[in-house]
């Protein structure tokens, strides 16, 4: 891929960013049959795409809201993703429980419009359920004063695991994407943006590549390009920080998650099976300050493990979790304060000089995002209007059982192979790459990650020919990452 930069004179697209908007973008632009590039700063997914509660979903808090629209193209595009990568997206059900008299009915009226507005697309009724079933469903709940539940489904998957997927798919139709690659500048040709100059961050080599059409897909980090397009641009993000909190499995035993509709900053907390372990959260606390690795805060922390103590019968301590990660929402600013009430409509916008940005939204609408994205930008270069395809294109590995994201109980012989593939055909540069994206260890139990590391690097360098130096950096630097996911060193001095 490196090699096609070099060759290729100028690009008809060109994308900054590669998370889930800008690999879904990429994969647009190629499928419709233009010679397409896209630069990431870190690796693919590196933020907020690999850093989500793991849900494909309409968003029954945006149905609270009265956000009609969003929960419609939302559910929609769950549809749709389900049909394209069965291997990384399945049917989730959840269990809302109901302490109060009002709740059943409540919750009952309002999930039955959530499953007519999915129509054919749905993935099954929702349900009333008795307090018996209700706990058979979820037996860790509180049975004290439970008055039954209401079921109902959603999609659920593996985040990171779907931005490869996308990323290979957009290879097969001849895209060129480069992880480790930041921007650092934008080219400019009688004022308008023609071009990226960009930086190989292993070689420290330049490049200046020339497209037709530059594209701002960079989430929380959307104000820094906007800034290096025009120096006055006013930020238009307010970036907002949610944690997960990752526990074993004896929490909630079975295959059915939780979903609490209101806590006492307003937003809904999920209780979901992932991969042998329940994720928790999330959290809603605005940040000033964005970050490649955000941070759990101490009160993000004690908010969820005290909420969701009120529904369990076993409360969660800090000593049971086994990872916590944070991810930063690039939310719209509006005219609220609170960011739990800020736009997650995607925006795309145009500058003087041409420079195409979209931004917002949610994992679950990357595709709508993308084909708007392509369509604007196919309207204000001139390029050929070749029609969208990706609403029926079957991802990469679509076929296929997705490989294991736990690999603790793996041998040295399928760790060997599991490394080789990720190395070879999934653009693996680094162990964190391997640990946290390729598999999701550091997310599933980060002390056993950090124990994992030292063998991880030596199978690495193997693959990639690298030298001790390497890898005793690589271990250092996986270490300092991983020990933010450990609960009990984050919040000591």
Known sequence: MIDQLESTPEWDICIIGGGATGLGTALDAASRGFKTILFEQYDFAKGTSSRSTKLVHGGVRYLQQGNIKLVMDALKERGLLLNNAPHLVHNQKFVVPNYKWWEKP?????????????????????????????????????????????????????????????????????????????????????????????????????????????????????????????????????????????VDKEFLPGDTAIMIPRTDDGRVLFAVPWHNKIVLGTTDTPVDIVSAEPVPLKEEIEFILNHIGRYLSKDPQLSDVKSMFAGLRPLIKGRSKKTAALSRDHLV?????????????????????????????????????????????????HDKTAASADIISFNHEELEKSIKRAVDEEMCMTVEDFLSRRTRQLLLDARAAINKGPEIANLMAIQMKKDEYWIKEQVNDFTLIANHYLPVLSNQP
């Open 106 to 246: 409540f919750y009952g009226i309002g999930l039955k419009i959530y499953d007519r507005m999915a129509g054919k697309l749905g993935l099954g009724p929702s349900q009333l359920l008795s307090k018996e079933k209700t706990l058979e469903l979820a037996p860790t709940l509180d049975p004290e004063d439970l008055k039954g539940g209401v079921l109902y489904h959603d999609g659920q998957f593996d985040d990171a695991r779907l931005a490869i997927s996308i990323a290979q798919t957009a290879a097969q139709y001849g895209a060129v994407l480069l992880n480790y690659f930041p921007v650092i500048d934008l080219l400019k040709f009688k004022n308008k943006v023609s071009g990226v100059w960009v930086k190989d961050f292993f070689t420290g080599k330049e490049h200046e590549v020339k497209s037709k059409v530059i594209i701002n897909a960079t989430g929380v980090f959307t104000d820094s390009i906007m800034k290096m397009d025009d120096p006055t641009h006013e930020n238009i993000i307010n970036p907002s920080q949610g944690i997960h909190l990752v």
């Open 349 to 397: 916008s145009i500058t003087h000089s041409g420079l195409i940005t979209i931004t917002g939204g949610k994992w679950t609408t990357y595709r709508k995002m993308a084909e708007d994205a392509v369509d604007i930008a196919l309207e204000q270069s001139g390029l050929p209007q070749n029609p969208c395809i990706t609403k029926e294109l079957k991802l990469s590995g």
